[in-house]
């Protein structure tokens, strides 16, 4: 059974750093990229960031200028998003993604962690 996990969302004022993790199990997770999606109060889901699977490339949201990296240990099953210069619409659920499969690729997320950025 696929599981992504999230962990380390909070409360954090402007300016604030936090660090999500995403605890992968039940598939190969060195073979496969992995994204951070968010999702806003009242607003459609956003791709933030992506990285690939042997950690050779890594791509963000333009709207970011920089603040984010994406990360991951394939030793620990685990994926990072360090989130620096916070501001309040940077506050939504965080969704850790995987499309994982063979021939045909099924969609998994994790129950998601919220950041919430405010003074």
């Known amino acids: 059974e696929v599981k992504l996990v999230e962990s380390g969302g909070g409360l954090v004022q402007p300016g604030g750093s936090l660090r999500l993790s995403c605890a992968a199990s039940?598939?190969?997770?060195?073979?496969?990229?992995m994204s951070w999606v968010r999702q806003a109060p009242g607003k459609g889901l956003e791709w933030v960031s992506t990285?690939?699977?042997?950690?050779?490339?890594?791509k963000y949201v333009d709207s970011l200028q920089g603040r984010f990296t994406i990360s991951r240990d394939n030793a620990k099953n685990t994926l990072y998003l360090q989130m620096n210069s916070l501001k309040p619409e940077d506050t939504a659920v965080y969704y850790c993604?995987?499309?994982?499969?063979?021939?045909?690729?099924?969609?998994?997320w994790g129950q998601g962690t919220q950041v919430t950025v405010s003074s």
């Open positions: 993604h995987a499309d994982v499969g063979l021939v045909a690729t099924i969609p998994y």
């Open positions: 039940g598939f190969t997770f060195s073979s496969y990229d």
């Open positions: 990285i690939s699977c042997n950690i050779a490339g890594t």
